[in-house]
């Protein structure tokens, strides 16, 4: 009796083991000081190919894809928020010391998130077109109000058909990215990510208000950003969210949508590889 109940037991821990829903995929190449690098929403890690072609000649990178997006399996909801604490357990879990951070838009909020709450873990934050609340930059007069997942827009986007659905991205992608032929790319990946996850997991980053959090990180944070639509509303909003973080290094580049790295690759590469010296 005893030995049924223990092979009963094994195999309710081999079905936890083999169903456990990682909140991410990680692809590691190149040796030397670790950088994570965090895609945009929607996005895979394969954003970062031309990058890390270069980076890993001199950098280990790990270069994560979220889960619901690619070909990673979703999970469920908090999405975000176990995407963060996944990362956590990651950086111990492998024994990184002090990785450098490099996250573009959403990548870039967790990294801010992630050094807010652990600043002694990381060395350096390179932020792409990324802020502490994307909420308000969308939302007037945003006072950190939350964003309920059942509501109007959701339910919507849950229901649109795919063709709908694509049509939708193949309308917005070009507003994010000037790169024609990236373009194809990104409207591929919107397409293939995981419905619930795109529309709740978007939801996620929009409850997520860092503006007085980032106060608590004391490691250097440099932003890389799109001067889109003029570098005066682009300054006074990134100086208005990152004001309790004063020592942040901005710098903006111009003829860049949202995909500054495809947009304008050779700065973006320069940047990146000054910024990381």
Not at 25 to 50: A, M, R, S
Not at 87 to 92: E, G, H, K, P, S
Not at 129 to 147: F, Q, R
Not at 205 to 234: F, Q, S, Y
Request: one cysteine or more; aromatic letters at 10%; proline letters at 6%.
């Amino acid at each position: 009796m005893k030995i049924k109940l223990f092979v009963i037991a094994l195999l309710f821990v081999s079905s936890l083991s083999v169903n456990a829903q990682s909140p991410f995929q990680v692809v590691v190449k190149g040796k030397g000081e670790p950088i994570l690098l965090f895609p945009g929403f929607g996005c895979t890690g394969e954003v970062w190919d031309d990058l890390v072609a270069e980076l890993s000649k001199t950098n280990q990178c790990h270069v994560f894809t979220f889960a619901g997006f690619g070909k990673v399996a979703p999970i469920e909801s908090p999405w975000f928020s176990s995407i963060k604490q996944g990362v956590l357990d990651y950086v111990q879990q492998q024994q990184l010391v002090k990785p450098i951070l490099l996250g573009h838009s959403l990548g870039g909020t967790l990294s801010l998130w992630l050094a807010s709450e652990q600043p002694a873990m990381f060395k350096k934050i390179i932020a792409v077109d990324a802020l502490p609340a994307t909420a308000a930059l969308m939302i007037p007069n945003y006072n950190g109000a939350v964003i309920p997942y059942d509501n109007p827009q959701s339910k919507m986007m849950l229901n649109m058909s795919d063709a709908a659905f694509a049509a939708m991205n193949a309308q917005s992608v070009p507003m994010m990215c000037k790169n024609t032929e990236k373009q194809k790319l990104l409207i591929n990946w919107m397409n293939q990510a995981d419905r619930k996850t795109y529309v709740y997991g978007y939801i996620d980053m929009l409850n997520l208000d860092l503006r007085e959090a980032i106060g608590k990180i004391n490691i250097p944070v440099v932003v890389l950003a799109a001067a889109n639509p003029d570098i005066a509303t682009v300054e006074k909003t990134y100086q208005s969210q990152f004001a309790k973080l004063p020592a942040t290094k901005f710098e903006y580049v111009e003829n860049a949508a949202h995909f500054v790295m495809f947009d304008q690759p050779n700065w973006f590469l320069n940047k990146v590889k000054t910024n990381l010296k």
